[in-house]
């Protein structure tokens, strides 16, 4: 079992929809965990980080759930610049020394 | 603020050749990364560095892939000679501190080995 896995996608869907990612983990002892954004030809960049009580920016809410050990992004009301790959980041040894990227779930939100 | 400054963008060489890749990190951030991305992957960690320590390379495939920090600062990545598997984006990241997760990205040097 990968230590990230994602769906990779792609995930059509139109604008003003709402779509979610989930994200596993296989190390139960993980600590953190990211959602990062990465635009086609471009650098990853931090979207959000994912806390135990869930978090929400904007149109863009993260939850942890520990027990199932898995992430979820929700994206409302789609854009067409939420068009992207979501890459889903896990620290698993809490020392912040090597974090461990998922492949990405590739998203297009169509006119 | 200035981000992660990463040259050259664009680096096309035949295979055998050596090829370096610079990196110089934000103003202040002790950790520097160096990644290899390829195509549809997330970014693969090849070496970490705390000020000019190479605190992590275990993923470096050291017989043809070497990196340096000299002074803390800056970094160059190289490879010699390149092979035509080595084609991928090399991206550098830096954080500001050990106790820092989020991770600044520079643009990347996407590089072809024909």
């Known amino acids: 079992r990968k230590e990230v896995e994602q769906d990779p996608g792609p995930f059509n869907v139109p604008e003003g929809a709402t779509v979610a990612f989930n994200c596993t983990y296989s190390?139960?002892?993980?600590?953190?965990f990211f959602w990062y954004r990465q635009d086609c030809r471009k650098e990853p960049k931090l979207l959000m980080s994912?806390?135990?009580?869930?978090n929400e920016d904007g149109r863009f809410t993260a939850q942890l759930n520990r027990a199932s050990q898995y992430i979820s992004l929700l994206i409302r009301d789609s854009k067409l610049s939420d068009s992207a790959t979501y890459l889903c980041?896990?620290?698993?040894?809490?020392?912040?020394?090597?974090?461990?990227w998922g492949l990405g779930t590739s998203l297009a939100v169509n006119p | 603020e200035a981000g992660v400054v990463q040259s050259p963008r664009y680096k096309i060489i035949e295979k055998k050749q050596p090829v370096a890749f610079w990196c110089n990190p934000i103003?202040?951030?002790?950790?520097l990364y160096w990644y290899l991305q390829n195509l549809g992957q997330g970014p693969e960690l090849l070496i970490r560095?705390?000020?000019?320590?190479?605190?992590?390379d275990s993923q470096l495939p050291k017989d043809r892939f070497s990196a340096e920090r000299l002074k803390g600062v800056d970094s160059t990545l190289k490879i010699q000679p390149a092979e035509l598997g080595d084609s991928a984006v090399y991206l550098c990241?830096?954080?500001?501190?050990?106790?820092?997760?989020?991770?600044?990205f520079g643009p990347g040097t996407r590089l072809l080995v024909l």
């Open positions: 994912v806390y135990s009580s869930g």
């Open positions: 990241a830096s954080s500001p501190s050990r106790g820092a997760e989020t991770q600044y």
């Open positions: 980041v896990v620290n698993p040894s809490g020392n912040n020394r090597k974090l461990i």
């Open positions: 103003s202040g951030h002790n950790t």
């Open positions: 560095y705390e000020n000019e320590e190479a605190v992590d």
């Open positions: 190390n139960s002892a993980s600590q953190s």
